[in-house]
């Protein structure tokens, strides 16, 4: 089984909103403090409170730092942290959580990354937050975070820049690319820390189907609103399948060469494509067309549009983020005819679901051994049942 965490921002979100909705679940304190005592900085403490707001019970966090106006740059937090006796794997996702905050800085004050200041996100407190955070993903035993809407406040808020808008320009950076709301409240609803954590680490999609709800956390801050402000947490269950998010675009066409669709879809996914497909359908007017589908990563989406403008007579795309369900996979190799092919079998729940031969090791077979395809498949398949004793 596989565990995830899926955040709820309708009532924002900042560093120890997320950490206290995680406190909340069940994280175990003492663990934590205890793993944070590997991090080189001293005079911090959090003591985790609960208590009841707005009609709901939860927790918060309660980080308490001595320090609060030292000022670091981005190679400051990063020897901290890679200086630290953390684990690896903790130290690179908090190292991701601080390059992604660095780089909304950069672009904010138009200077190198290197350059930047953190001031407010570089004190200690914002440190113990975000270090915190990926310390409770390996205690808790998480795979994937998923997050909701971010929900935006409206308003001023006083910095040591001076006074700037609600959202923050760090969080409007960070929230590039991500789906938003603007609930008109007057408030700071979203910390630069909450949206670098949830974006470096977490994906804003839908959750992989067929999950079980084991556990629920409320998180709040130490502002006060007269509105409910809290971040909330759900564990969640499932199979070992794979969720990833990747992008479907599609189109109409009625007016092309149809003898240009099995070039169209070989270059596709020679540019990054996962799947291409044509239906046919009946546009407007009674006129036959074709809905051209292709689903693609987010590192190919750029090529796979400019090679649908390019190769189609299209003049504009359907575009929208998906998840992606994938079974867990894993190969059993068997002989037949003393070819070796391959049985992919895939898993749903830890449970075998289906096998089948890998097409281009039976098709071998069957051109050297001149036996019908069918039946160097049929064969690998009753191998591969006599070896898995099924």
């Not at 950490?19 to 944070?36: F, P, S």
């Not at 684990?87 to 660095?102: D, P, S």
């Not at 672009?107 to 570089?122: D, I, Q, T």
């Not at 050297?368 to 690998?380: E, N, Q, T, Y």
Request: hydrophobic residues 40%; aromatic residues 8%; proline residues 4%.
């Amino acid at each position: 089984m596989s565990h995830a965490l899926a955040f709820d921002l309708q009532f924002g979100a900042s560093g120890d909103m997320l950490l206290g909705a995680l406190l909340d679940l069940g994280l175990n304190h003492d663990t934590l403090v205890m793993e944070l005592s590997r991090l080189s900085v001293t005079g911090w403490s959090i003591s985790p409170e609960k208590i009841s707001k707005y009609h709901m019970a939860g927790t918060a966090a309660r980080v308490r730092c001595e320090e609060t106006e030292t000022e670091r740059n981005y190679g400051d937090i990063e020897t901290i942290i890679g200086s630290s006796a953390l684990g690896q794997q903790v130290k690179e996702r908090a190292l991701r959580v601080f390059t992604r905050l660095a780089e909304a800085e950069a672009a904010v004050h138009g200077v190198p990354r290197e350059k930047v200041h953190f001031h407010e996100v570089g004190a200690i407190d914002s440190i113990i937050d975000i270090v915190a955070f990926c310390i409770a993903l390996e205690i808790i035993g998480v795979q994937r975070i998923f997050f909701g809407d971010f929900h935006f406040g409206t308003g001023t808020v006083r910095t040591r820049h001076g006074e700037i808008p609600v959202p923050v320009p760090a969080v409007v950076r960070l929230a590039e690319g991500f789906r938003c709301r603007f609930t008109g409240r007057e408030g700071e609803l979203v910390t630069p820390t909450a949206a670098a954590i949830l974006t470096a680490l977490g994906s804003q999609s839908a959750v992989p189907p067929a999950s079980i709800v084991r556990g629920t956390g409320i998180g709040f801050g130490s502002r006060n609103y007269p509105f409910p402000s809290y971040s909330r947490v759900l564990l969640l269950e499932s199979g070992q399948n794979v969720t990833e998010d990747v992008f479907q675009i599609e189109c109409n066409i009625d007016d092309m060469n149809p003898q240009i669709y099995p070039y169209l879809i070989d270059l596709l996914l020679q540019r990054g494509a996962l799947d291409a497909y044509l239906i046919p359908v009946n546009m407007k007017k009674g006129r036959p067309g074709t809905v051209l589908t292709v689903i693609a990563p987010a590192g190919a989406l750029d090529a796979v549009r400019g090679t649908i403008y390019t190769e189609t007579t299209t003049l504009g795309l359907r575009v929208q983020m998906i998840g992606r369900e994938k079974l867990e996979r894993s190969f059993v190799t068997v002989v037949v005819d003393g070819h070796e092919i391959r049985i992919k079998k895939g898993c749903f729940f830890e449970r075998e679901v289906t096998a089948q031969p890998e097409y281009e090791d039976c098709a071998t077979a069957a051109r050297d051994s001149g036996a019908p395809l069918k039946f160097i498949m049929a064969r690998a398949l009753e191998e591969y049942r006599k070896k898995c004793g099924l």
